[in-house]
């Protein structure tokens, strides 16, 4: 082995040193940053579970295949043409195109209709914490106007009896005597719903391969961190983990040209601190999901990020920074799972 | 060689004759009865193509994947809410349980949707002539109530360009420099419907298998084509080549309980003899489209069946036999092509 003098190093080899130190540095330089918005990313979303599990609600194979079938099911509407799959078609990701969704008899809902990908882990479905979880909106969907519009309970239970739905719920729920009941209505449906998880290149991206998603995405994503959104669009849903006021600095409205003032989670609690307080809604997909907001007041997804930084940050987000956003928002587009590509044929 | 004298045959040798043949007869008996069967539905029925092809609209895989996605798009009708699929879920087999379809606005069609399976190679769309072919009921249903509500071709065209759909109707129609047209629009999903056809237990009873069918089942066949139901509901749809009039024994109304008496292909040509004149419907999956009919009046198969023998044929089939013609029916039901089966996701 070959000894080396402390305190010395010959010139070439600084030479050397220097140069590798130089060739280094360049082909790390974008990625040095990269890896900056890399780790805080890390701490802002975390990995996309392969599905949105729920202790109430075991996932099982006969569950999902009954709970897809019962999402086509149009028959158990009053006026037999309202499913779930008609606000969330899956050829749309979920969601309806409309501004707020149409049901039975062509009532209007109060609101637009959220994705059912990537929803069913959120702290509450829907926009104003109204409907406990995804099963909870399942159950009460085919109450009254607007959606199914069905009287009662009993009656989709009767309905999906004579449609000879018997031997599937025995199968989805084997240890109940009489398994068609509302509860295990929703809870088939819901165990489909938590399969819905659609991963894309943002995941890829956080994974480790850098290109996956393209510099403007990247520069996006710093953006998105940088400014403030991902305070409230954060976990791996890049939201629906909390409530926030919608319009902090200004009146959403007022930027939206919404034609009503939605009083938002006021209309459940009742508490003034609620006014105009919304769901903070997943950002997974949106790229594919307009109109959007809770009224599906905007068209464009450029424009919305625009009032949402001067609305919720107080910011005047440049072009080129709506731009990168957009860009990294594109990158949330995920894969439908496949089984949620495959029409269920019903009984 | 041994040789044996004219005329003469021992005693012993037409005992085992005698045997053998009373044994090949019992052995036969249904067979025979079946074989006779088999000939004269080979007559009625023939071989199911594996698409319905038109000379008009050559099937080409760009197309198929065009059509099928302009069949799950909603955007391009006035409200937002109709596509060709809502009223033609493929989850329903293609028809969509409702008496009669509701479109745009919740407008009530004039008559029930029949299924997009198995229709393309029918004399005309629908139930009157007043569509030429499954590509000119593409074309007709966007503009105005009840369907699309779309007020003329030139704003689906504009809208179907602002979704992004150029490059698609590009691949479609490589020749054409301006392809986002009606006409290529109506093309495309007639190509992806001719490629709906569906071969069931029938078709692999009438290949050769006879257990593809049950004993029920084939008497049924034989009943149908017996009592004279076949005499209307042939080709391998049973049933889409002709024009008949509905209720030639009886009027149907009295039998069919409709709330209105529909004039039938009279209010296209304004021939009395087109009055109460009807397409006869394709039988393919009859079991899986109820209700049943023009205005689906009829929720049963079964009465549909006992019906049809009162008002066509002057005939008041038994409980047997029309228990026999539906297990007859139900064997038309079909498998639905994979494509069909997996859902499309839209620009």
Known sequence: MKRRRRGYLPMTEIVVALVIACFVGAA?????????????AKGFFGPLPEAMHSQKNPITPAKIRLGKMLL?????????????IKCHPISLYGADGLRKAIGNQCQVSPRNAPTIFNAAAQIS??????????????????????????????????????????????????????????????????????????PGPFDDFMKGNQGAIDETARLGLKTFMDAGCAACHNSPYLGGQQYQKFGIVAPYWQYTKSAEKDVGRYAVTKNEADRYVFKVPVLRNVAKTAPYFHDGSVDSLAETVWIMGKV????????????????????????????????????
Chains 1, 2 share one sequence.
Not at 28 to 40: F, R
Not at 72 to 84: F, L, M, Q
Not at 170 to 183: D, L
Not at 318 to 337: N, R, S, W, Y
């Open 28 to 40: 790390l330089g974008s990625s040095s940053t990269d890896d900056g918005v890399w780790n805080k």
């Open 72 to 84: 086509y099911e149009s028959r158990i509407s009053a006026d037999g043409t309202v499913s779930c």
């Open 125 to 198: 479905a829907h926009w104003i914490g109204n409907r406990a979880d995804v099963e909870d909106q399942a159950r009460q969907s085919v109450i009254g106007p607007p959606a199914f519009g069905m009287p009662t309970y009993q009656a989709v239970e009767k309905r999906l009896k004579e449609l000879g739905y018997g031997p599937l719920f025995r199968q989805a729920f084997p240890e109940e005597r009489e398994p068609i009941t509302i509860e295990n209505f929703a809870k088939a449906i819901g165990a489909f719903e938590r399969t819905l998880v659609t």
């Open 312 to 347: 919720q940050l107080g910011k005047d987000l440049t072009k080129v920074q709506v731009k990168e956003i957009t860009a990294f928002l594109d990158a949330l587009t995920g894969a439908i799972p496949l089984d949620a590509l495959t029409v269920p044929l019903l009984p």
